[in-house]
């Protein structure tokens, strides 16, 4: 903003109460830039409203969860899955902007693998979704690299001293996809009992999946 | 860039902190900004490398002081202008939240232009596969298992090698085969195809004997990026 914001009220954004708020600068700037473009022709706002919907309500990290728990009772696929990611989640649909060539990293008792993208804020969408705001945010991009089990403690995961930590930043066009450890006690459930309970941030390798003492 | 979006290895940002139950988006100019950048991205005028270019001419005081999506608005107002989509004077007007004098509702919409996304054209477009790997029969110069560093160098213009692994060796892990080059891409100046690789890095090497001994650190680094190690 700097010299073209001749507001004074510098950067107010509320952004956890947009509801009852005033309108902030940011708001307003968005809302004259949709404004400007749509009177241009440049965009169609229904289309606009079509890519929020697609991210809001179809493509999520239950996509991804699916896949873990697939892998988790179906060894063929597993094998699949870590020899050629792209082609078998593609065969599931999984497909698509910023998931373009997938890895899946799996952890074992030995190698904890946990994805970072150090630069911006790289993420593989067509299995998780949008990422979370920390995960784009500078805590997490600066620390995972020089700190991973620091902040695999502000997760509350703390990993024996003898696993080894493998931090993936994905600076180039790979997404990764953590295959996390399927827990003790799971032997009976069925594939979507199963992946109920893979977390996000299971996939991005900041979790281990755990099983609610209900279900035990 | 040496900006301040090459945050890998930074002191003194706090603990992460995630929210239970987060939004996908947290208000509703949020959604806009997203589907405003995906939907001029589809014009094809610029390219994900020149889009991340754009984010982080931001100053670094802003960059570190702003939320993700006003990155994604400085971004993409800056290549509106350079394209030619919106002029200078234009832009003023919206950096100061001022309709633009000649808008009507947002619902007149018989005037967009062909080739602007439409809605029935979204799934398409979101399942099309960009060409960030390509065919080019390109040999790679390393092999997995070998041992590289991290060629020292500071473009001034886009780039994808993190400061804290310049300089550094690491040993080639995965040969992920040929992309694009981000720093020529970025530029307009051309795909120049090689090879990407997951190089590894003993955490030690990079953070000093304080790091954990097993622990490490994979980069996706490209050819131009690396070389042999002596």
Redesign the interface.
């Given at each position: 903003?700097?010299e073209?914001?001749?507001?004074d009220h510098g950067?107010d954004?509320d952004?956890?109460h947009?509801h009852n708020a005033p309108?902030t600068?940011?708001?307003?700037?968005?809302?004259?830039?949709?404004?400007?473009?749509?009177?241009?022709?440049?965009?169609?706002?229904?289309?606009?409203?079509?890519?929020?919907d697609?991210?809001?309500t179809k493509i999520?990290p239950r996509n991804g969860a699916q896949v873990v728990a697939k892998a988790w009772t179906d060894p063929a696929f597993k094998q699949r899955l870590l020899e050629d990611a792209t082609g078998t989640l593609a065969d599931l649909g999984f497909?698509?902007?910023q998931g373009?060539?997938m890895?899946v990293l799996e952890n074992t008792e030995a190698v904890h693998n946990m994805v970072?993208c150090?630069?911006?804020?790289c993420y593989p969408w067509p299995v998780l979704?949008?990422p979370?705001?920390?995960y784009?945010?500078?805590?997490?991009?600066?620390?995972?690299?020089?700190d991973?089990?620091g902040?695999l403690g502000?997760?509350g995961v703390k990993l024996p001293?003898?696993?080894?930590?493998?931090?993936?930043?994905?600076?180039?066009?790979?997404r990764y996809l953590v295959l996390p450890r399927r827990p003790e006690g799971t032997e009976g459930m069925t594939e979507e009992a199963l992946a109920a309970l893979v977390t996000r941030?299971a996939m991005i390798g900041?979790a281990v999946v755990r099983v609610p003492e209900a279900a035990r | 860039m040496n900006g301040a979006h090459d945050l890998g290895g930074m002191h003194g940002f706090g603990p992460v902190v995630a929210e239970p139950d987060e939004p996908v988006f947290h208000a509703a100019w949020e959604r806009r900004a997203f589907g405003l950048t995906l939907a001029m991205g589809a014009w094809r005028r610029w390219n994900l490398d020149m889009s991340r270019s754009a984010r982080e001419q931001m100053p670094p005081a802003e960059y570190l002081a702003t939320s993700y999506y006003e990155h994604w608005m400085f971004g993409l107002e800056r290549l509106l202008v350079e394209h030619g989509f919106v002029s200078p004077e234009e832009l003023a007007r919206v950096r100061r939240g001022e309709p633009t004098p000649s808008s009507g509702p947002p619902e007149v919409r018989d005037g967009v232009q062909d080739g602007a996304l439409r809605p029935e054209s979204v799934p398409r477009m979101l399942r099309n596969r960009r060409a960030a790997r390509v065919d080019d029969p390109v040999p790679p110069k390393f092999q997995v298992g070998q041992a590289v560093l991290t060629r020292n160098l500071h473009p001034q213009g886009h780039t994808r090698v993190p400061r804290y692994v310049r300089g550094r060796r690491g040993v080639v892990a995965i040969d992920h085969g040929v992309f694009l080059f981000p720093d020529s891409h970025a530029a307009g100046e051309g795909t120049q195809p090689q090879h990407v690789y997951s190089v590894r890095f003993a955490a030690q090497d990079l953070w000093g004997p304080d790091a954990p001994a097993r622990d490490s650190v994979y980069v996706d680094l490209w050819d131009d990026y690396l070389e042999a190690a002596p």
């Open positions: 903003m700097s073209h914001d001749d507001h950067h954004h952004h956890d947009p309108l600068d940011v708001q307003l700037r968005v809302r004259a830039l949709e404004s400007l473009l749509t009177e241009k022709g440049l965009v169609d706002p229904a289309a606009l409203d079509a890519l929020i697609t991210y809001e999520g497909i698509g902007r373009e060539d890895v970072v150090t630069l911006c804020s979704g949008l979370p705001i920390w784009k945010s500078a805590p997490y991009r600066s620390r995972a690299v020089i991973p089990r902040v502000d997760f001293e003898e696993v080894e930590v493998r931090v993936w930043d994905s600076t180039a066009e790979l941030d900041t | -």
